[in-house]
C-alpha cells in the first residue's frame, strides 16, 4: 500500500552537500510491524519524515495506495498527514498547555469531526491505552511512559492506515519500553506501523519484518515485498481548523503566561486610555456646550430684519480672496479702492404681505412664538404728580420697548423664559409687561417713561399706573396743509378717546436663563400695535400724508433715506412689519423652520428673497469647530502610542511563536495547514487586542471619575467627562485591528516555519 522509488534526499548546510537517502526504495503491506534498524545519522528519521510528509524528497517518488505523491500540493500533503498516517515520536511532542484529551482530540478537530464525537472517541482511545482516568491532566502532570500513551491514543485518533513512530521508547526504561512496545504491536495487527529503532533486540523481539539502514541505503529486508497489488482509490480528506479552535487554543497557551499578557495588555491599552479619556472629555464639554446653546440660544429667535447680514463659509471665503491678486508691500506707486466686503454680506430684505401669511403657517409644533415688529409710533403721555409727559419708546440708547412675542402653542416662549413676578401676561390685550433684571431692577428711563419717581416700588405702584395712547386725530392738529402735534398734554391724558395703558405683569428671567433676559425695560404685545393701527389707519393725518408728497409734519420732501411708505408707518397706515422675530421651541425644530425659511427662497430671484439670521447657528458652528480641532490634535498625540503599542505586540507575538516552536511542528505533524497556523497566532493577538481594548476601556471609565472631580473643582462643570458607549466599542476594535496589525508579521512568519525544523527545537 506504501511504497518508495528510488527517493533521494540531500542536505546542504553552508557549502557542504550531504546526501542522507541514496536512492532508497521500499514496499510495504496494508498491515505489518517493520522496524527500521540502523545506527544513529543512517538516515532513519529522514525517512520516515518523507514517508510521513513532514519532509520533502528531492527525487523518486512516494507511492500510497498505488497514487504517486509527485504531483502533491500542501494541503494534499496536510490532508494526508491528518488522516492517512499517525506519528509517534520519541519525546512525545505533547502540547503542554491543553489537557491530554485535547492532545488527543487535536487531529479530529483539525479534520472537522463535531465535539461530541471527537470527545467519544478520544476517551475510547484513552481507556484504550489505560489513561482513561487522566484525561483532564495536562501532560506535564503524566510520567514519560503515560505521556507516550497519550500520543500513541493520538496518533491513531483519525483512524489512520499508518503509524510513524520514531524511536518511541529511546525516552522510557526497561519495563515501560515493554508495555509501550506491547501496544504498538497490538496496533500493528490491523494496521502499517513503521517504527524507527537503533535497538535490535526491541526490533526482532516485536516487529514482523526488519530493515537495516547504513549511511542512507537499504542494507537489509528480513521481508521484502515484491509485486504488490496496487488498489488505485485512495482518498484523502481536507483539513481546517476552524477560528474558534485557534482561540481556545491560543488562549490555553496565554493562561499559562497570566502576568506576560496583563502586562502587555496593559501597557497597549495606554493609547485606548488617552484616546477615550480624549473623546469623553471632548464628548463631555461639546455635551455641556451644546446644553448652554440650548438653554441661551434656542431661545433666541431667528430674526428677519429690512437688513439681513449672510456669514456663512460662502460669505467670509469671498471675504478674504477679494482683491488677493492684489501685491502686499507692493513698490508701484498706485493707489486702489477698498472693495466694501461688508456691501457684499448684507442682503434687503422686502418683507411682503405674502411673506407675512408664509410666516404665519410655519408649523405650529415648532415654534413657541413670534413676534411682528411694525414702524408704527406710539404718542403716550404719563402722568406723574402734577405733571404730564411725552413717553419716548424708541430711542435705543435709553430705554426701547421691545415687543412681546405672541404664544404659540400651550406653553410660549414667555412661560418658557420668565418666571411671573405678579399680575397676568395676555398677548391677546393691549397692554404692556414690565421685566426686570435678576435683582428685579429697572433702569431710570424705564421708571421715567411709567411717570414713576424713587428708588423703591411695590408691585402694586407699577401696575397700578397708567399711561394713555392718544390718537392721531386728537394729537395731530391741522395747520393749513401741515399738521403739528398738540402740547396742551394734560387734556391730550384725559381725552375719553385716548388709550389706557397698564402694565399687567412684572416679569423676570428664569434664573438659567439669565443671559438672554438680561436687558430689563418695557414690552409691548403685538394686540397694542394692531389695536393703535386700527384706530389711527384712518386718521386724517393718515389720509392727508397718503396724498401729499412731502412730509406732513416736517414739510420736508422725501429722499431715499426718509421715505413717503416710512412716515406713513410711523403714523399708523395699515403697513407692513419691518422685523419679525421667530421662536423656534427647541434647538430640533430650529432646523424645522429654518428648513421652512429657505424654502420660501426656493427659485426666487435674488431680490425677491428674505435673508435670516440665526444668531445660535453662528455661535454654535463656531464653537463646535474649535471642540472638534482641539480633539483632532489630541487624538494624533495619543495615536503615536497606539503605534509603538503595534510594535510591542509585534515583539511579543515573535517572543511567543519562538516560544510555540514546537507546538507549530506538532499542529503540522497532525495536518493543521500553514493557515491554520497563521490563525493560531492572529487568534492570539486577537485575544490580546480584545483584552487591551476592554481594559483600556474599564481604565479610561474609572479615569473619568477623577478627572470629573478635578474639572468640577476648577470650572464648576459637573460630570463633564462622559464616554460615548459608541467610541468605547469603536476603540476597542481599533485596539483589536492594530493588534492583529502587529502580530501579523510574526504569525505570517510562523506558519511557514518548516516542521521537521519545528519538530526539533526543545
Ligand atoms: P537518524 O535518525 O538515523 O539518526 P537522521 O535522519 O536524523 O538520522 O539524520 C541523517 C543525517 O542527516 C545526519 O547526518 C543529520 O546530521 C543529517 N540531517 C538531518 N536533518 C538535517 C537538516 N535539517 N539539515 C542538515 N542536516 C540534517
Ligand atoms: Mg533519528
Known amino acids: 500500500m506504501l511504497k518508495l522509488e528510488h527517493i533521494k534526499k540531500s542536505y546542504t548546510v553552508g557549502s557542504n552537500k550531504q546526501v542522507v537517502l541514496k536512492k532508497v526504495s521500499l514496499s510495504f503491506r496494508q498491515n505489518e510491524f517493520v522496524a527500521i534498524l540502523g545506527p544513529s545519522?543512517?538516515?532513519?528519521?529522514?525517512?520516515?519524515?518523507?514517508?510521513?510528509?513532514?519532509?520533502?524528497?528531492?527525487?523518486?517518488d512516494l507511492i500510497i495506495n498505488g497514487k504517486s505523491t509527485k504531483k502533491f500540493k500542501a494541503?494534499?500533503?496536510?490532508?494526508?498527514?491528518?488522516?492517512?498516517?499517525g506519528f509517534i515520536f520519541q519525546s512525545y511532542n505533547l502540547i503542554s498547555h491543553i489537557s491530554v484529551l485535547e492532545n488527543v482530540e487535536m487531529g479530529m478537530t483539525l479534520s472537522g469531526v463535531g465535539p461530541k464525537q471527537r470527545k467519544k472517541k478520544a476517551l475510547e482511545l484513552l481507556k484504550k491505552v489505560g489513561l482513561v482516568e487522566h484525561a483532564h491532566k495536562k501532560p506535564n502532570?503524566?510520567?514519560?511512559?503515560?505521556?507516550?500513551?497519550?500520543?500513541?491514543?493520538r496518533a491513531l485518533a483519525n483512524d489512520p492506515d499508518i503509524i510513524l513512530a520514531d524511536e518511541p521508547t529511546g525516552a522510557l526504561d526497561t519495563k515501560t519500553s515493554k508495555q509501550i512496545m506491547e501496544l504498538i504491536k497490538e496496533i500493528a495487527k490491523e494496521k502499517l506501523v513503521i517504527m524507527v529503532t537503533h535497538n535490535p533486540t526491541l526490533a526482532s523481539n516485536y516487529a514482523t519484518r526488519i530493515v537495516e539502514m547504513q549511511d542512507g541505503n537499504i542494507l537489509s529486508d528480513s521481508n521484502?515485498?515484491?509485486?504488490?497489488?496496487?488498489?488505485?482509490?485512495?482518498?484523502?480528506?481536507?483539513?481546517?481548523?476552524?477560528?474558534?479552535?485557534?482561540?481556545?487554543?491560543?488562549?490555553?497557551?496565554?493562561?499559562?503566561?497570566?502576568?506576560r499578557t496583563a502586562l502587555t495588555a496593559f501597557a497597549s491599552s495606554i493609547g485606548i486610555i488617552g484616546i477615550a479619556l480624549i473623546l469623553s472629555l471632548s464628548n463631555g464639554f461639546n455635551i455641556e456646550v451644546e446644553n448652554f446653546e440650548r438653554d441661551s440660544l434656542s431661545s433666541s429667535p431667528i430674526m428677519i430684519t429690512e437688513e439681513a447680514m449672510q456669514v456663512d463659509e460662502e460669505m467670509v471665503s469671498k471675504m478674504q480672496n477679494k482683491q488677493e491678486s492684489l501685491e502686499k508691500y507692493s513698490d508701484k506707486d498706485k493707489i486702489y479702492k477698498q472693495e466694501n466686503v461688508m456691501n457684499s454680506m448684507l442682503h434687503t430684505n422686502n418683507i411682503t404681505e405674502d411673506y407675512v401669511e408664509y410666516i404665519k403657517n410655519i408649523n405650529k409644533n415648532d415654534i413657541s412664538g413670534y413676534a411682528l415688529q411694525t414702524?408704527?409710533?406710539?404718542?403716550?403721555?404719563?402722568?406723574?404728580?402734577?405733571?404730564?409727559?411725552?413717553?419716548?419708546?424708541?430711542?435705543y440708547q435709553l430705554a426701547p420697548w421691545t415687543l412681546l412675542p405672541t404664544k404659540v402653542g400651550e406653553e410660549g416662549m414667555v412661560e418658557s423664559t420668565y418666571d411671573v413676578l405678579a399680575g397676568?401676561?395676555?398677548?391677546?390685550?393691549?397692554?404692556l409687561v414690565l421685566i426686570v433684571d435678576s435683582r428685579n431692577r429697572v433702569s431710570e428711563t424705564t421708571l421715567k417713561q411709567l411717570g414713576l419717581d424713587g428708588e423703591e416700588f411695590s408691585f402694586d405702584d407699577i401696575l397700578n399706573k397708567e399711561l394713555k395712547i392718544v390718537l392721531n386725530d386728537d394729537y395731530y392738529k391741522k395747520v393749513g396743509d401741515n399738521f403739528i402735534p398738540s402740547n396742551d398734554l394734560k387734556s391730550l391724558y384725559n381725552n375719553e378717546n385716548s388709550i389706557t395703558l397698564k402694565v399687567t405683569a412684572i416679569l423676570r428671567g428664569k434664573e438659567d436663563k439669565e443671559i438672554i433676559t438680561g436687558t430689563s425695560g418695557l414690552?409691548?404685545?403685538?394686540?397694542?400695535?394692531?389695536?393703535?393701527?386700527?384706530?389711527?389707519?384712518?386718521?386724517?393725518?393718515?389720509?392727508?400724508?397718503?396724498?401729499?408728497?412731502?412730509?406732513?409734519?416736517?414739510n420736508e420732501p422725501f429722499d431715499e433715506e426718509n421715505t413717503k411708505d416710512d412716515m406713513l408707518a410711523y403714523l399708523g397706515a395699515e403697513s407692513m412689519p419691518i422685523a419679525i422675530y421667530i421662536y423656534p421651541k427647541d434647538f430640533e425644530s430650529k432646523d424645522n423652520v429654518t428648513a421652512y425659511l429657505d424654502k420660501y427662497n426656493d427659485n426666487k430671484d435674488e431680490e425677491d428673497m428674505i435673508e435670516y439670521t440665526d444668531m445660535a447657528e453662528m455661535i454654535s458652528s463656531l464653537s463646535g469647530s474649535i471642540m472638534d480641532a482641539i480633539t483632532i490634535v489630541l487624538i494624533a498625540f495619543s495615536s503615536i502610542s497606539l503605534v509603538v503599542s503595534c510594535i510591542m505586540i509585534g515583539i511579543i507575538t515573535y517572543i511567543s511563536v519562538l516560544e510555540r516552536t514546537k507546538e507549530i511542528g506538532i499542529l503540522r505533524a497532525l495536518g493543521a495547514r500553514k493557515k491554520d497556523i497563521r490563525r493560531v497566532f492572529n487568534a492570539e493577538t486577537f485575544i490580546i487586542g480584545l483584552f487591551s481594548g476592554l481594559l483600556g476601556i474599564v481604565i479610561a471609565y474609572l479615569l473619568t471619575c477623577p478627572a470629573n472631580m478635578i474639572i468640577e473643582?476648577?470650572?464648576g462643570l459637573a460630570d463633564v467627562a462622559k464616554l460615548n458607549p459608541l467610541h468605547a466599542l469603536l476603540l476597542i476594535a481599533v485596539s483589536m485591528i492594530l493588534t492583529i496589525i502587529g502580530g501579523a508579521i510574526p504569525a505570517n512568519m510562523a506558519s511557514k516555519k518548516d516542521p521537521v525544523e519545528a519538530l526539533r527545537t526543545e
Open 41 to 60: 545519522g543512517s538516515g532513519k528519521t529522514t525517512l520516515l519524515n518523507i514517508i510521513g510528509g513532514l519532509d520533502n524528497y528531492d527525487s523518486g
Open 75 to 85: 494541503p494534499d500533503w496536510d490532508a494526508y498527514r491528518n488522516n492517512t498516517v
Open 141 to 153: 502532570q503524566l510520567s514519560g511512559g503515560q505521556m507516550q500513551r497519550v500520543a500513541i491514543a
Open 224 to 259: 521484502p515485498l515484491e509485486n504488490s497489488q496496487e488498489n488505485e482509490n485512495f482518498m484523502i480528506k481536507k483539513t481546517a481548523m476552524s477560528f474558534l479552535t485557534a482561540l481556545k487554543l491560543s488562549f490555553n497557551n496565554i493562561k499559562t503566561k497570566k502576568g
Open 375 to 395: 414702524a408704527t409710533s406710539f404718542n403716550i403721555i404719563n402722568h406723574t404728580d402734577n405733571d404730564y409727559e411725552m413717553v419716548t419708546t424708541t430711542n
Open 424 to 431: 397676568e401676561v395676555n398677548d391677546e390685550e393691549p397692554g
Open 523 to 554: 414690552a409691548y404685545t403685538n394686540a397694542l400695535t394692531d389695536l393703535v393701527v386700527q384706530k389711527n389707519k384712518d386718521s386724517e393725518i393718515v389720509k392727508a400724508q397718503e396724498e401729499a408728497d412731502y412730509n406732513v409734519l416736517t
Open 713 to 715: 473643582n476648577l470650572s
